[in-house]
């Protein structure tokens, strides 16, 4: 079993449970409401570029030039989606750079995006690698499974074909390839800390769609009372 396996062996409960949250079921039938994912793609574009960021801090910390070109890559690729992709969602929901600027990220949204920035600023490129790494593999997982149940009319039809493709399979791949190779050198207590980060950022995966469907926002009040 590769590496990387045992990693989503250990977290496959919650693995099965993400398949089976109401925003990703909905998303499946065309069911789930513009304004949702409205909010879900906003906060999306802003944890992408965070995303985008750690995955070029990993890039300096690469153990040779291929994975440098991977990584630097996939940064690159992170924030083709969120222009591309998440560029047509905004168009159709009139959301404007203004708009967007204004749309602060959610409280799970900047949790994430500060962990992956603080993971690869401090932690060893093994353990950066498996925090970096659910956002590839789950949602592929999600996309195909999606794709296996969605409507042929799907308003959320280009998301799914996205996450459900080839191009983003191979890129999954090829992370998938260049954890399992980190990991084969890495010491018995990285190889823990990668566990530790895989599951903290699969339930942040969870989190995030879970916020993103029921819409949440920060409690705390923007004035004392």
């Not at 998440?86 to 994430?112: Q, W």
């Not at 399979?169 to 390839?177: D, F, N, P, T």
């Not at 995030?208 to 004035?223: E, G, I, K």
């Amino acid at each position: 079993m590769r590496f990387t396996e045992t990693m989503w062996a250990a977290t496959d409960a919650l693995q099965q449970s993400i398949l089976t949250m109401p925003f990703n079921r909905e998303l499946a039938t065309g069911a789930l409401a513009p304004e949702t994912f409205q909010h879900y793609i906003i906060q999306d574009a802003h944890y992408l570029e965070g995303f985008a960021r750690a995955l070029a801090l990993a890039a300096t910390r690469a153990p040779d030039a291929d994975a440098i070109m991977q990584l630097s890559g996939a940064a690159n690729d992170a924030i083709a989606v969120e222009r591309q992709l998440h560029g047509h969602y905004m168009a159709l929901y009139r959301v404007d750079e203004l708009s967007f600027a204004a749309t602060e990220p959610t409280p799970v949204c900047d949790h994430y995006v500060s962990y992956l920035l603080r993971t690869a600023a401090i932690a060893d490129l093994p353990e950066v690698l498996a925090a970096l790494l659910p956002c590839f593999w789950v949602y592929l997982r999600v996309g195909q499974d999606i794709h296996a149940n969605a409507t042929s009319n799907n308003p959320y039809r280009a998301w799914i074909d996205t996450y459900a493709g080839e191009d983003f399979a191979k890129g999954v791949e090829q992370m998938l390839e260049l954890t399992d190779r980190v990991a084969g050198t890495a010491s018995d207590v990285s190889r823990v800390r990668m566990h530790q980060a895989f599951r903290h950022s699969t339930r942040l995966e969870w989190m995030f769609w879970d916020s993103a469907y029921h819409r949440r926002q920060w409690l705390v009040p923007d004035t004392a009372p």
